[in-house]
């Protein structure tokens, strides 16, 4: 699976973004997939997961409420939307993906893609 991800850019605090993540491969719409972000100076952080159905999802606290992922199987893509963003929100943002379940792919998914950069100005 190849994974490429999209929409990062530069926005004002309280603004909005949607990063997209497209996948290939005919299996992909099977995996579990998810985002990752990586602020400067910090170690990558798991942000948010959604199973291969988009039943099932979860965040890290610190985008509850915020964000909201989702997928459309059909376009083997995910998207990342992200209200309300706060300067910390800052980080480059990673697609990943796994074909095992949500635990897996909070902890190490087996596909990256490559990041895109999200700047928030205060």
């Known amino acids: 699976v190849q994974l490429q991800a999209s929409g990062g850019g530069l926005v004002q605090a309280g603004g909005s973004l949607r990063l997209s993540c497209a996948a290939s491969g005919r299996t992909s719409s099977s995996y579990t997939m998810g985002w990752f972000r990586q602020a400067p100076g910090k170690d990558r952080e798991f942000v948010a997961a959604?199973?291969?159905?988009?039943?099932?999802?979860r965040y890290v606290d610190s985008v509850k409420g915020r964000f909201t992922i989702s997928r459309d199987n059909a376009k083997n893509t995910i998207y990342l939307q992200m209200n309300s963003l706060k300067p910390e929100d800052t980080a480059v943002y990673y697609c990943a993906g796994t074909k095992l379940g949500i635990g897996a792919m909070m902890v190490s998914p087996e596909y990256w893609g490559p990041g895109t950069l999200v700047t928030v100005s205060s």
């Open positions: 959604i199973g291969w159905s988009g039943g099932s999802t």
